[in-house]
């Protein structure tokens, strides 16, 4: 099946995500990131789907790709209340930097704060609610109404991820890995190529940048995910799990 005989997949309101998703992983798989963004954005889900960015350690160069296919693609933000204040800066950088023209910033809820977090110190007692309702659940809002979006996980992160397929299924939506097949080589050489501004905390050994009570330096040949949740055996914060399935204590799924 070619590339042509794909395209009108994405608009088969009888076929499910989970064999969309497949049918792509397979076609595309090897593909040049640029080739699967410019398809996935101006072809099989155009008007339907958004980029999701922590504007982390190597956010640039997904970010980059995505204005060089459109600029004004939605990048969605999820801004925690606990990240570093150099993200927050990066962030609006690399905005001005790439012509971004449509980033939205998703936060949590006042009154789920008020009622789980109030103090704001959940972090040090629960890192899986924590992340649920500082995370997942203002993304699960944010992404109503697209039908896709676009991930920035690599395979090499973690073994988690070692399997990670270019287009996957969940909760309904097809999710897209555009940079699945990448290493880290990769990653800093397109950065360079295209004079990327590097994310501030890098250097100073954070390979991978969460929030800020959560996130630690990485030792040289640790896993470049071993900073996350130090010494805990948590590796994602939920957003790449279920978006659907993670109410807050006392409510049912919605």
Known sequence: ????????????????AGAEARAFAAQYDGAAPLEI???????HY?????????????????????AAVDPSTPVLFVDTGKLFSQTLRYRDTLVEHLGLTDVRVARPERDELTAIDPAGMLWMTDTDACCNVRKVLPLARALKGFDAWISGRKRFQSATRAALPV???EDGRVKVNPLANWTAADILGYAKAHDLPPHPLVAEGYPSIGCLPCTDKVAPG???RAGRW??????ECGIHLSLSASPLPGQGNT
């Open 1 to 16: 099946m070619g590339l042509s005989d794909l395209a009108g997949l994405a608009l088969d309101p009888d076929l499910g």
């Open 37 to 43: 963004l410019s398809d996935a954005i101006t072809s």
């Open 46 to 66: 155009r008007g339907r789907i958004a980029l999701v960015s922590s504007f982390g350690a190597d956010s640039a160069v997904l970010l980059h790709m995505v």
């Open 167 to 169: 287009f996957e299924a």
């Open 222 to 224: 640790e896993d470049p």
């Open 230 to 235: 130090r010494g805990q055996a948590k590796t």
